[in-house]
Structure formats: C-alpha cells, structure tokens
C-alpha cells in the first residue's frame, strides 16, 4: 500500500512571499489532516477534511492560510503572506474516518524555511 | 495546562537497556491512545494503538495506559540503536488527536 505523499520535500521562501504544499492521502482514505510541527515541538492541527469538507479548521490562521480538496482525493494548503514563525515542517496525514479512534498516517513533510 | 504532557528528554541509553517512556494527560475524555515513532526528517510513523487501561504488547514494545491516573507509558525492551528515534505520544476522544512534544531517545551501541 503507497503511503501518503507529499511534495516539495523543502522549500525556501523570503517572508510575504507565498508558497503552496500538495498532498496525495492513502487510496480510499475519506479523512485528511494537515499539522505543522514546529522544531521540538509534537504536531498541531491545522485543518481536517472529511471528503472534500472541512470538519475542523479552527486552528488555522484564516488570514494567510488557506486549504482545499476539491475532488476529495488530494489538498493543498497555501500560506500568504508567508511570516518568520512559519518556518515549520508541515505534515499531511489520512484516515479511514474521521475520529480520534482512526489511525493517522503521515507523510514525511513539506520543511519550509522563510528568510 | 497542556493537553498532554511529555518529558521531552533527551534520553540516552546503552545497546539493550529497558527504555520507559510516558506521557501524562489532563482530559478523561481521552479514549484512544497512540505512540508514533518519529526518524529525522521523516513524518511520524504509528507504532502502538490501544483504546483502554491495561497493556499491549507487541514484539519488543508495551503499551501501557492507566486512566484512573491519566498516564500512559511506552516500554522499549532489548533496545536496538535503530530504536534512535523522537517518541510522540497522540491521544483523544470523539474527535481530534492531541499530540505530546515527544522525547528524543538515542540507543549507543
């Protein structure tokens, strides 16, 4: 079973700039989550889909942050414009469902630099 | 208070040694409990999943949780330098997963 995609593996970027993560969940996955994890620090919800609809996004920064899965399958998050404290490793995860009760899987990461 | 708390370390320990990891928890809601190992520059991968107190084992690894106390616990036995990893514990309850800050543990051999 292919695990969960994610692309670019780096990228740097100078602050107000924009930048944008794709992500590729586990076939038949229905649930997606992408988390920034900040060095040193565990993962952080950003946003969850179920499908292609979003049941939490209430840590996520509306003002420059923003995310999508149109077709269900695969998202992106967008950050614009771009400021120091989001230099992070940004970490896209899928479920069977929803719910605390289903494994995650996790991809290796989007790491973003902002100069 | 956090969610969940976890001694972030480092802990080093020698070719063999027992390794006890644990986290501690503030919200009985909390039903499902999970360790991910994390290698350098990889995404957390799962490596233990229990939903009640008691103990889980598989292989080298226990998966221990007492929640009348809110603490859970991860042993290493027999513990391998490929072991060298970040050990994040994740719980939660109806809905999102709560992540610790996890504890950094490098196996010497």
């Known amino acids: 079973e292919a695990g969960v995609a994610q692309s670019p593996r780096y990228k740097i970027i100078e602050k107000r700039q924009s930048v944008a993560f794709w992500c590729n969940p586990i076939?038949?996955?229905?649930?997606l989550y992408w988390y920034q994890q900040i060095l040193g620090q565990g993962p952080k919800l950003l946003i969850q889909?179920?499908?292609?609809?979003?049941?939490?996004d209430s840590q996520l920064p509306k003002d420059r942050f923003s995310a999508e899965r149109l077709k269900g399958v695969d998202s992106t998050l967008k950050i614009q414009p771009a400021k120091l404290e989001d230099s992070a490793v940004y970490l896209c995860a899928s479920s069977l469902g929803g719910g605390s009760n289903q494994p995650q899987h996790f991809g290796d990461g989007t790491r973003l630099s902002i100069l | 208070q956090k969610e969940v708390e976890q001694d972030p370390g480092p802990l080093s320990v020698p070719e063999g040694a027992i390794v006890s990891l644990n986290c501690t928890y503030s919200?009985?809601?909390?039903?499902?409990f999970m360790w991910y190992r994390q290698y350098s520059r990889k995404g957390p991968e799962l490596l233990m999943y229990t939903y009640s107190s008691g103990n889980k084992e598989d292989g080298r690894f226990t998966a221990q949780v007492d929640k009348s106390s809110k603490y859970i616990s991860l042993f290493i036995r027999d513990s391998q330098p490929s072991d060298s990893a970040t050990y994040l514990c994740?719980?939660?309850?109806?809905?999102?997963?709560?992540f610790g800050t996890g504890t950094r543990l490098t196996v010497i051999p």
């Open positions: 076939s038949g996955h229905a649930t």
């Open positions: 889909f179920q499908n292609n609809g979003v049941v939490d």
């Open positions: 994740a719980m939660g309850g109806a809905n999102n997963l709560f």
């Open positions: 919200n009985s809601a909390f039903q499902y």
